[in-house]
């Protein structure tokens, strides 16, 4: 497959009505298909780790109990609350859902194929900066939950709403900073280019510390555990989606899978070669030609969902202040500093004077060992601080007397003061103490 260039961008365009109309329906089925098949993944991946059965009723293996949860959500009975404001509550979940499928437009699911005797690209569209129009839709779709939190009329759903602009905000800029590095690496914004561009090597193995940044920052960016703070039904009831029910709720529902597959698709796209083929399988001369090129992409893209998966059932929550401290304090400044090496690397490799691979792998190393000194410099601040803690409650647990030093002395949170044996001092009408 010979590599798509920026020139050669109106081969996107050629499409006729029906092999548009054909890729259009596909995706959509892809993604229903795709998010019935999660959650019935989520939960027999999820009872096998706490020792359950997990669904095994509704057809084979429970592979039908997802689309029967799915038709039961559509058919309950609808509960609006009077305090909702009703075209923002109803436009909400549209909102969310409608972008989930509209991100999936620019994702490489393979190379060029025969559709009914036309030659055309496995993939919807494509243009210059298709990476930046995915950034522009993720940003649309969290309006979706912030709208719905404030639309419920309710305080939980608020607070819900309130901590996912707060995610969108401290997650997207890490997410959009990892991307930084891709584009300086690829020369190109465009996901088919990118793709081109990892033909020999994947951008896994260059720009290790962009993917580890982007998989953190996308568990956050689909609002999955330990980032679920949105939702947080241990102290915000369900969170912004609280005041929903039937067929609106189950719109959120698809909206947060549907992400989940195609921020897991961005990643297959932008760091593990796309839809080719994963060593040693490339070396057959058709893993990369026709249709077998599908297969590769959404098994990488089921990896990812399995890690998913794996983190909501591993993990637990983490508060408010350690999720903001993270996306702030380390997800961003390392970003900042990979950015800066992969700059200098690039400008290097161009003046032609030092081996830009060679200069990655050490700038890597660099980076990942101060983020270690980092993490341990941490860990000792947070030592002392338990240490002066538990000073302090041991000091809290003796006796105190206020007046022991002669002068009265408040108390320190926690300690009881007992009755002094000094007499305090007096003051008389001329101001003498006696």
């Keep these: 497959m010979s590599r798509i260039h920026l020139a050669d961008s109106a081969l996107f365009g050629a499409d006729s009505g029906l092999i548009i109309a054909i890729k259009v329906v596909g995706i959509f089925a892809i993604m229903v298909l795709m998010t019935l098949f999660t959650i019935w993944a989520e939960r027999r991946i999820v009872g096998r780790m706490q020792m359950r059965i997990g ?19 559509a058919l309950k009975e609808e509960i609006i609350p009077k305090g909702v404001h009703m075209a923002v509550y109803v436009i909400a979940p549209v909102i969310a859902a409608t972008t989930a499928f509209l ?13 009914f005797g036309q030659r055309t690209q496995l993939q919807l569209t494509d243009f210059p900066v298709s990476v930046l129009y995915v950034l522009a839709i993720a940003s649309i779709g969290i ?51 990118i ?45 912004f989606h609280t005041e929903y029910s039937s067929l609106k709720f189950a719109l959120f529902f698809l909206a947060e899978y549907v992400n989940m597959v195609t921020v897991s698709a961005m990643a297959t796209t932008l760091f593990l070669g796309g839809w080719r083929a994963p060593y040693p399988i490339s070396l057959w001369e058709q893993a990369n030609v026709g249709w077998w090129p599908m297969l590769w992409f959404f098994g990488k893209v089921f990896a990812f969902l399995f890690i998913f998966i794996w983190l909501r059932g ?30 200098t690397a690039r400008y290097l490799r161009s003046a032609g004077s030092v081996d830009t ?62 009755p002094s044996r000094h007499k305090p001092l007096t003051v008389t009408a001329q101001g003498e103490g006696k």
Excluded: H
Aim: aromatic share 12%; proline share 8%; net charge negative.
């Design 55 to 73: 669904p095994n009723r509704v057809g084979p293996f429970g592979l039908l109990q997802s689309l029967m949860d799915g038709v039961k959500l």
């Design 103 to 115: 991100t999936f437009a620019v994702i490489p699911l393979g190379p060029e194929v025969s559709i």
């Design 143 to 193: 309006y979706g939950i912030v709208l719905a939190g404030w639309a419920s009329g309710s305080t939980y759903p608020l607070l819900g709403g309130l901590r996912s602009s707060a995610q969108m905000i401290s997650y997207e800029i890490a997410m959009g900073l990892s991307f930084v590095a891709v584009f300086l690496y690829a020369s190109s914004m465009s996901t088919s280019e």
């Design 195 to 239: 793709v081109a561009a990892q033909e020999n090597i994947w951008y896994i193995v260059l720009l290790l510390p962009s993917f580890v940044i982007y998989v953190t920052a996308m568990v956050g960016e689909t609002n999955r555990a330990p980032f679920d703070l949105p939702e947080a039904e241990g102290e915000l009831v369900g969170g």
């Design 314 to 343: 591993t993990l637990p929550r983490m508060r408010y202040d350690q999720f903001m401290r993270f996306g702030w304090k380390v997800l961003i400044p390392v970003s900042i500093a990979w950015i800066l090496i992969v700059s």
């Design 357 to 418: 691979q060679t200069l990655l792998f050490a700038a890597g190393a660099i980076l990942v060992f101060g983020v270690a000194i980092s993490y341990v410099l941490e860990l000792k601040a947070k030592k002392a601080e338990e240490i002066e803690i538990s000073r302090l409650e041991e000091l809290a647990s003796q006796p105190f007397d206020p007046f022991a030093g002669g002068f009265p002395v408040p108390p320190m949170p926690g300690q009881q003061p007992v």
